[in-house]
């Protein structure tokens, strides 16, 4: 499963391995932007957005390689690069599949019922948390509060919020992703609650 995992992302990304990494021309553009935002004395600061760039170009992941590279640039060791490349659980150190689904397992999403989103996620791509289909397309990792809290149960995949699930709904969408064909994001329900909310704010709006 490894290898093929790491065969995609290598015939993706020529300037990525596990051995050898370089920013790409436009990321490489977008790494010095960043920087411009700090002064020179604070460079390191910009070592979580640098990640995050790096994660992107090699296919959601960072390779040692990357954070030795990240660690040049800033000029600061490498070790202080890898304490906060694995101490967020937004970065992942191992390869991931195509589509990368975390689960939110925090208070509200568990009371409406998380547990059960988790174990079809399980069931139907069989795999377990952390792990990897092996055609590639799809790993699942249950994580913390994801700030989505009023639309429990919710999932993300890649950068993609889906809120107020259903089992039904979450097997939809992993179904569609595995056909190829684009989810609708939004919230699959749209609350009354909510909806009496923002016409208040309306109305309030256009008395003032």
Known sequence: MGRLIDKMLKKNNKNMSENYFKFSKENMKKVNQTLKKYPL?????????????????CG??????AMHEIASIIS???IRVYEVA????MFNLQPIGKYFIQVCTTTPCWLRGSDSLVNICKKHLTID???TTQDGLF?????ECLGACVNARMVQI?????EDLTDISLLKIIENLKKGVDNKIANEIFRES???ELNFWDSSWNQA
């Open 41 to 57: 004395s604070q460079k390191s600061s910009a070592v979580m957005p640098l990640l995050d760039i790096a994660m992107r170009q």
């Open 158 to 162: 890649n950068d993609n919020y889906y």
């Open 194 to 196: 909510l909806k009496h």
């Open 76 to 78: 600061i060791p490498y």
């Open 86 to 89: 694995s101490f967020y659980s």
């Open 139 to 143: 790993t699942l990792k249950t994580v």
């Open 129 to 131: 948390n952390n792990e």
């Open 60 to 65: 959601g992941w960072i390779p040692d390689s």
